[in-house]
């Protein structure tokens, strides 16, 4: 029940953004964004290796609920929760990422913290573990972002030496 207490609140306030931005004339700007985001979601069909980038997206999605997971077994609080909460805590906090917010920063400890409420559990726990898992989060990002930039870095240099190789 408390799933669809949580999935009425997202429609609810699907429908309250929707009537503010016919009012105020964004209704074309949405249109266009949608279009574009359809636009991108057809190009994934269209990907040469499909089974591999479906692969991958599920090991990400699989990789980030265990490290949630692993958040709440650290914690006291929350060690008792299941992996099904972790679940739920991930994609709930997912929407607070991709919510627009000034640095982007607040949106996602605020959404894990309502969750957390929700449940009836306590506010400080709530905002331990989105403050827990928001740092792994951005710092798994920056050590992947600079594993990719060593890695194409040294591909680059590798083909690089290759053509330039003397063959006899």
Known sequence: TKIL????????????????FLKIGLNERIRLA??????????TFRIRNFRL????????????????Y???????????LSLYFAMVALFIGTIGWAIPSPGGMGTSHFFILQLFLLFGLNER???AYGVLVN???????????????????ITRQARKYSKNKIKF
């Open 34 to 43: 949608v279009g574009k985001f359809l636009s991108g979601l057809r190009m």
């Open 125 to 127: 726990t709530g905002l």
């Open 70 to 80: 692993c958040c709440m077994k650290s914690l006291p609080s929350t060690e008792n």
């Open 5 to 20: 207490l949580i999935l009425a609140v997202i429609i609810v306030l699907f429908f309250i953004a929707r009537a503010i």
């Open 135 to 153: 740092g792994l989060t951005v710092l798994f990002t920056i050590a992947a972002g600079l594993s990719a930039i060593i890695v194409v870095q």
């Open 53 to 68: 980038f479906l692969f991958q997206t599920i090991a990400i999605w699989a990789i980030m609920v265990l490290m949630n």
